[in-house]
């Protein structure tokens, strides 16, 4: 068997995603395949030293790794109409966030990106592991968050109130266009066939919570973080898909307008095209 380090985030939505392949109900088809689970930004970094095979990363991200890695048409996260959120402890206007401290998950996230074309310059950031960036903003550590993944269906009961939605604003700015968060990787030098062949796989895995929904919710759950059975079932929901399944001509259409305005403001590398397994 061909051992293949597959890294994700321990988080509902990419264990959904999962699911077939953790319970061994996909084929994998001659390989070995080992999860590795990290928050986001560490695979984003991990990717840059080309240390796994296959990687859940930010779209934030792939212009930086595009010579040693081709997107997956499967296993995208974009918030359609939703997304990444701005919050405070109280009332804040947009227009302050340029004045205060904002805690973000990290600077190769895709919500970093869309915060700094929302705010059209740079601001104040402080990093912060994003599952303690709720607390660091109701401590006063920092006078906002941005907060990704189940904080995004929580912030509420945490007392929080919403700056701004940075996935509603996207759609609004482009004309109905999901956000571009998570995208997934292989990486080339594994080779055509190879690629193929473990794209065929995660599409498998998709597939299969989809289909299998109640006993891919439950565990599912079991990376949520205190999300109860609603709350899990709508998080994964907004982000497990159609464009999950396969992008599409208007998600591909979402990551070159967003990488391309990006490159405009000066925070990514150009990209010229986009290349799918």
Avoid at 154 to 168: F, M, S
Wanted: charged share 25%; aromatic share 8%; glycine share 10%.
């Amino acid at each position: 068997m061909r051992r293949v380090r597959v890294g994700h985030s321990p988080d509902p939505d990419d264990a959904f995603m999962f699911y077939g392949i953790a319970t061994g109900q996909v084929d994998t088809e001659g390989f070995e395949l080992e999860q590795v689970l990290e928050d986001i930004e560490t695979l984003n970094q991990r990717a840059l030293r080309r240390e796994l095979e296959v990687s859940a990363i930010s779209v934030h991200a792939y212009p930086h790794l595009a010579r040693d890695y081709v997107l997956m048409p499967c296993g995208a996260s974009m918030g359609d109409g939703y997304g990444p959120c701005v919050v405070a402890a109280s009332a804040l206007s947009p227009g302050e966030l340029l004045e205060k401290t904002i805690a973000v998950p990290g600077t190769l996230t895709s919500a970093f990106l869309a915060l700094r074309l929302f705010l059209g310059r740079d601001g104040r950031y402080e990093v912060v592991p994003f599952d303690l960036i709720p607390d660091a903003v109701k401590q006063g550590r920092v006078d906002a968050g941005l907060i990704i993944h189940e904080s995004q269906v929580t912030y509420r009961e945490e007392g929080l109130h919403l700056v701004v939605d940075l996935g509603a604003w996207w759609a609004e700015r482009t004309g109905g266009l999901p956000l571009p968060l998570g995208a997934n990787v292989v990486r080339r030098d594994l080779g055509p066939a190879a690629a193929t062949a473990l794209t065929r796989i995660l599409a498998a895995s998709i597939d299969y919570g989809l289909a299998h929904r109640a006993p891919a919710l439950r565990y599912a759950r079991e990376f949520g973080r205190g999300l109860d059975e609603a709350l899990t079932d709508r998080f994964v929901g907004m982000y497990v898909n159609g464009l999950t399944r396969d992008y599409g001509e208007r998600g591909r259409e979402a990551i070159r307008r967003f990488l391309s305005e990006g490159s405009a403001a000066g925070v990514v590398p150009r990209l010229d095209s986009l290349e799918f397994v």
